[in-house]
């Protein structure tokens, strides 16, 4: 079993750059995905970003392609950042950690078996 914990900033200005951080504990050996995904008032989840533990392999939605980065600390193998740049209100929602998402013809998208971390809020204003 893996839990996931995530922390970062609340409420930003437009244009800024906030980081998310996960920590994934548990079962956490080997090669895996992590992922965030987010989801918007109103809309349906949508996967951000994704990444593969052994450093190979990340994948972006095309509405953060070029502002969003996610990688994984040097140190912690077991905990991943999301970079966010540039942001705008379009991206204010509750942000998600994921834990073995998939990839689907390079769209990020949770699997049977993906687990989550509780969200955190990300405001744009």
């Known amino acids: 079993h893996v839990q996931l914990v995530e922390s970062g900033r609340g409420s930003v200005q437009v244009g800024g750059s906030p980081r998310l951080s996960c920590v994934a504990s548990g079962d956490t050996i080997g090669r895996y995905c992590m992922g965030w995904f987010r989801r918007a008032p109103g809309k349906e989840r949508e996967g951000v970003a994704s990444?593969?533990?052994?450093?190979?392999?990340?994948?972006y939605a095309d509405s953060v392609k070029g502002r969003f980065t996610i990688s994984q600390d040097n140190a912690a193998k077991n905990t991943v950042y999301l970079q966010m740049n540039n942001l705008n209100s379009e991206d204010t929602g509750t942000y998600y950690c994921a834990f073995d998402p998939e990839i689907h013809y390079g769209e990020v998208v949770a699997g049977f078996s993906t687990l989550w971390g509780q969200g955190t809020q990300v405001t744009v204003s």
């Open positions: 990444a593969y533990t052994a450093g190979d392999s990340t994948y």
